[in-house]
């Protein structure tokens, strides 16, 4: 059985920097894609990044350059390293994995869309404060 179990969530003021980790277990697939995505209260659940088998990593405009996905598949866990963050950022944080991906076509890509990821965190909440 899969399980992703988030942590590094936190409280930080405008600027600041928080690590968020996503320990993945149970998961053997040799293809797929591992998303973080947010979601405030009333909102809808919107991608933030995303990180295929192969490394390819891909962002919301809106946290280019300030976020970074990264994976270490020896410790079968995957980062969000959020440097810069805005009060706007407030939100519960989730991954999710898809393991029929990546997708090809003209490329390969994972998609942005949350119901396409099978498998999904507790979430992990980040508030940040102005």
């Known amino acids: 059985q899969v399980q992703l179990v988030e942590s590094g969530g936190g409280s930080v003021q405008s600027g600041g920097s928080l690590r968020l980790s996503c320990v993945a277990s149970?998961?053997?697939?040799?293809?797929?894609?591992m998303g973080w995505f947010r979601q405030a209260p009333g909102k809808e659940r919107e991608a933030v990044a995303s990180?295929?088998?192969?490394?390819?990593?891909s962002y919301v405009d809106s946290v280019k350059g300030r976020f970074t996905i990264t994976q270490d598949n020896a410790k079968n866990t995957l980062y969000l390293q959020m440097n810069n963050l805005k009060p706007g950022e407030t939100n519960m944080y989730y991954c999710?994995?898809?393991?029929?991906?990546?997708?090809?076509?003209?490329?390969?890509?994972?998609?942005?869309?949350?119901?396409?990821?099978?498998?999904w965190g507790q979430g992990t909440q980040v508030t940040v404060s102005s």
């Open positions: 999710a994995a898809d393991p029929e991906g990546p997708y090809y076509g003209g490329g390969y890509y994972c998609l942005q869309t949350p119901v396409e990821y099978d498998y």
């Open positions: 149970g998961y053997t697939y040799s293809k797929y894609c």
């Open positions: 990180i295929d088998s192969d490394g390819s990593t």
